[in-house]
C-alpha cells in the first residue's frame, strides 16, 4: 500500500477529499502499526514510520470515510515504571471521530491472564474491540447559528438522549432513542412548550458499556464512562456507526438551534473507561499508559483515582491537556455545541495532589478564543481530598449548586434553622460567588439531576429502593430524610397525593424563581418517577424512560412549570444580573431598596428573626430598583412581587406588607391548589391564611390614579 509521510498535525484520521492523514502520539513507543480494517475483519497492517515530536504519522492516499482502523503500538511491557505496551491488543484513536462496534469482557482484552494480573496475555483483542470510523468532515449547516442565551435568561434542561425519546408515542419507534429522536418535531414542541432554552445531555462521548453489568443483564445507561472524546456514541445512531452518526448528531444541534435552543454537553474528561490496573486495554493504556494516566508515584502498576471509577487523567502532562482542548474545539467548531457541563471538575484542577484553581486547564480554557466564549459549568467537586470546590471555581465558570440543592430540600422538609441559608440561596448565593467577582448567573440551582431521585420520588420515598441495580442496596443515597408524607411510595389516599403534588410545585417555583440558573432534571415537570431507585445508572428500561402518559396530576404539574418559567421569562426582577443590595443576614435594605424580608406578621425581618426557627417568610422584590440595564443601555423596570412561603406543616397567617408603592395584589403563581381564592386581590395590610407547605406569589396591580392617568 502506497503510504506517504503525511503530517503530524492534526491528530486522528483527517480526511482532505483526496486521502486520510494518521497522526497518533506515542513518546514511549518503540513502534506504531496502523491497522486498515476491511470488510470481514481483513487487517491491513501499515507501519507509520513518520514520527515528529512523539507524534507517529503516514498519509494514505485514495483512503474514504467509512474506513475502520486502530492502532497497535510497541513498546517495554513494564508495568512497574508505568508502561503497559502489548502490540496483540488493536487500539482505538483517541482522536477518532466515530467508532465502530462495542465490547463485551473478553478476555482478548486485557492484557493480562485472568486470575493472573501480572502475566502478559496474547491473545489479539481485534475480533472482540471497538474500532476508529474515519469520517467526512463536510455538513450543509445552512444558516445556522447558536442561539447565545445569556446566561440570566437560561433555563437549563438535563435530559437523556434514550430516556427522554424511548416512549414517545409522536417519535417514530425505528428513532426512539437516538439523536435523530431528540430531534424529531414532538420532541422539540415539548421543550419550547416548556419554555427552556438549553438541553443539557448526558454523556454522548462514545463510552463503553461494561462487561461487569451486562453480565447482570443491565449496561451503562448514564454513560460516564468514555472512550472517545471526539466520537458521538454509536448507540445512540438511527442510521449506522460508520459515520452517520456524526450526520444525525450534527442534524439534531440544527434542528434545536432552529428552534432557539442551545445543546449543552455533559462531559467526562477526568477518567476513561479502561478502569484500574484490571481494566480492559483499549486505547490509552496500550498508547502510552504513562503519559495518559495518573500513576501512583511510589507504585507506578497501579492509578491514582479521585474520580471512583478506577484512573484519573494526567492533567500535567502537555499531549493530555491538548486532547482535552482540542475535543472542546471539535464539538464547538465541528458540531456547533453551545457549552458543556464538566463531570467531577474538581479532578480536572488537580496538577498534582491539591485542587488548583490556577491549574494549567483553568488557564488554557481562559486564553482560548472558542472555549471561553461558550457555556462552561463545573461540577464542583471530585472523590479527593479537598474534593469540595463549590464557590471557587475561576470567574469564567459557572458551578452546579449543591448547597443550593441542599438547602431548598431543608426548606422544604421543614428543618430547622435554615432561613438565613434559604434567603441567600433563593438570592443567588452571594456567600459563595460575589467575594471573586462572580455574579447570581454563577450559581446554577438545581433541585434534582440525573444522579439521585426523580422530584416526584423525592417527595414520595424516605427510602432508596434500588435493589434492580443486583448491589444489595448498596449503591446511591443512603435515604432521603423523611419526605414521603405519610407512605413509602405510590398510593391511593387523595390527601397524600395532593400534597405530594402541592411540594412538587414547591420546589419547581422555589427554582425557577430564585436568581440564577435554573436546570430541571428532565420529566420533573410531569411528576416522573423511579420508583423509589435513585441510581438508575445502569437501567436502559421502563424504570429510567420518561412516561409521556400523563394523568390529570401530571398535565397539572406541567402546565404549573411552563407557566412559572413564563413567569420568570417575562420579568427581569427573578432574573437579575447582580446581586441584590439587601444583606439577608441582617433584616433585608430598606423598603426603598431592591429587596425586603418580611416575617409573616408583614414585618421587616431583624436579626433576631434570622434566628429563630420560623418556616415562613415574605420576600418583596422591587421592580423598580433592578441594576441592569437592556441592550440599548436602558435601565430595566418591572413589576414589583412578593413572595410567600410557609414551610410550616400547618397553616400560618400572612399580612401582607405596608410601606410599598401598591396597595392591591393579584396571584399569579399559588402551589397550594384550591386553598386560595385567586380571583380576589389581596390588600396591602390585610391578613391571610396560608395553607401548610405552600408557595404563592403576588404580583402589584396598576394604582386606580394611575389607571386615570
Not at 22 to 30: C, I, P, Q, W
Not at 369 to 386: C, F, M, N, R, T
Not at 560 to 578: E, K, Q
Request: glycine share 8%.
Amino acid at each position: 500500500m502506497d503510504v506517504w509521510p503525511g503530517s503530524a498535525y492534526p491528530l486522528g484520521a483527517t480526511f482532505d477529499g483526496r486521502g486520510v492523514n494518521f497522526a497518533l502520539f506515542s513518546e514511549h513507543a518503540t513502534a506504531v502499526d496502523l491497522c486498515l480494517i476491511g470488510e470481514r475483519a481483513r487487517e491491513v497492517v501499515v507501519p507509520l514510520t513518520e514520527v515528529d515530536a512523539h507524534v507517529w504519522h503516514g498519509y494514505i492516499p485514495n483512503c474514504q470515510p467509512g474506513q475502520r482502523y486502530g492502532y497497535r503500538v510497541h513498546g517495554p511491557h513494564d508495568p512497574e515504571h508505568g508502561h503497559r505496551f502489548n502490540p496483540h491488543k488493536l487500539l482505538l484513536d483517541p482522536y477518532a471521530k466515530a467508532v465502530s462496534g462495542q465490547i463485551r469482557g473478553h478476555q482478548g482484552l486485557f492484557g493480562y491472564d485472568f486470575g493472573e494480573p501480572n502475566s502478559f496475555n496474547t491473545d489479539d483483542s481485534a475480533p472482540h474491540t471497538m474500532l476508529s470510523v474515519v469520517v467526512n468532515p463536510f455538513f450543509d449547516w445552512g444558516y445556522d447559528r447558536p442561539p447565545r442565551h445569556a446566561y440570566a435568561d437560561s433555563v437549563i434542561y438535563e435530559a437523556h438522549v434514550r430516556g427522554l425519546t424511548m416512549n414517545h408515542p409522536d417519535v417514530p419507534p425505528e428513532i426512539r432513542g437516538t439523536y435523530a429522536g431528540v430531534a424529531h418535531p414532538a420532541v422539540i414542541d415539548h421543550l419550547t412548550s416548556l419554555g427552556v432554552t438549553a438541553i443539557e445531555l448526558l454523556p454522548v462521548h462514545q463510552f463503553v458499556d461494561d462487561p461487569h453489568l451486562q453480565d447482570k443483564g443491565l449496561s451503562n445507561y448514564w454513560g460516564y464512562n468514555t472512550i472517545g472524546f471526539l466520537a458521538p456514541h454509536n448507540g445512540y445512531s438511527a442510521y449506522g456507526h460508520r459515520g452517520q452518526q456524526v450526520t444525525e448528531f450534527k442534524s439534531m444541534v440544527k434542528a434545536l438551534h432552529e428552534a432557539d435552543i442551545e445543546v449543552i454537553l455533559d462531559v467526562v474528561y477526568n477518567h476513561t473507561a479502561e478502569g484500574n490496573h484490571l481494566g480492559p486495554t483499549l486505547s490509552f493504556r496500550g498508547i502510552d499508559n504513562a503519559s495518559y494516566y495518573r500513576l501512583v508515584e511510589a507504585d507506578k502498576a497501579h492509578y491514582y483515582d479521585t474520580t471512583g471509577t478506577g484512573n484519573s487523567l494526567l492533567m500535567r502532562n502537555p499531549h493530555v491537556l491538548q486532547l482535552i482542548m482540542d475535543s472542546l474545539r471539535y464539538w464547538v467548531t465541528e458540531m456547533h455545541v453551545d457549552g458543556f457541563r464538566f463531570d467531577l471538575a474538581a479532578t480536572l484542577a488537580r496538577q498534582f495532589h491539591e485542587v488548583d484553581k490556577l491549574s494549567a486547564f483553568f488557564d488554557l480554557v481562559q486564553q482560548d478564543p472558542v472555549i471561553s466564549q461558550v457555556k462552561l459549568i463545573a461540577e464542583p467537586w471530585d472523590l479527593g481530598g479537598g474534593g469540595y470546590q463549590v464557590g471557587n471555581f475561576p470567574p469564567l465558570w459557572t458551578e452546579w449548586n449543591g448547597k443550593y440543592r441542599d438547602t431548598v430540600r431543608d426548606f422544604w422538609r421543614g428543618k430547622p434553622a435554615t432561613m438565613a441559608e434559604f434567603a441567600s440561596r433563593l438570592t443567588g448565593s452571594s456567600d459563595l460567588y460575589e467575594h471573586s467577582g462572580r455574579r447570581p448567573i454563577a450559581s446554577v440551582n438545581f433541585i434534582t439531576a440525573h444522579d439521585g431521585f426523580t422530584l416526584r420520588d423525592l417527595v414520595s420515598y424516605n427510602e432508596k429502593h434500588n435493589d434492580a441495580n443486583a448491589e444489595g442496596g448498596m449503591d446511591g443515597e443512603s435515604h432521603n430524610r423523611s419526605f414521603n408524607h405519610g407512605a413509602e411510595g405510590p398510593t391511593d389516599d387523595p390527601q397524600i397525593n395532593a400534597l405530594r403534588l402541592r411540594q412538587q410545585k414547591n420546589f419547581l417555583a422555589t427554582l425557577l424563581l430564585s436568581q440564577g440558573v435554573p436546570m430541571l432534571a428532565h420529566g420533573d415537570e410531569m411528576g416522573r418517577t423511579q420508583l423509589g431507585n435513585n441510581n438508575v445508572y445502569c437501567q436502559d428500561n421502563e424504570l429510567s424512560w420518561m412516561d409521556w402518559d400523563l394523568g390529570p396530576e401530571d398535565a397539572e404539574l406541567l402546565d404549573f412549570t411552563a407557566s412559572v418559567i413564563r413567569l420568570r421569562r417575562d420579568h427581569p426582577v427573578f432574573r437579575r444580573r447582580r446581586f441584590f443590595a439587601g444583606d439577608a443576614d441582617h433584616g433585608g435594605q430598606s423598603e426603598l431598596g431592591d429587596i425586603v424580608w418580611y416575617t409573616a406578621d408583614g414585618e421587616v425581618m431583624t436579626s433576631a428573626d434570622w434566628l429563630t426557627h420560623e418556616q415562613a417568610v415574605i420576600v418583596f422584590l422591587n421592580g423598580e430598583a433592578i441594576p441592569d440595564k437592556d441592550e440599548r443601555g436602558r435601565p430595566v423596570v418591572d413589576d414589583h412581587f412578593l413572595l410567600l412561603f410557609n414551610g410550616h406543616h400547618e397553616t400560618v397567617p400572612f399580612t401582607v406588607p405596608s410601606g410599598i408603592d401598591a396597595t392591591t395584589w393579584r396571584v399569579v403563581v399559588d402551589t397550594s391548589g384550591d386553598d386560595v381564592d385567586d380571583d380576589l386581590p389581596w390588600v396591602t395590610g390585610e391578613t391571610y391564611e396560608m395553607p401548610p407547605r405552600a408557595v404563592v406569589v403576588l404580583q402589584a396591580t396598576p394604582q386606580p390614579e394611575l389607571l386615570a392617568d
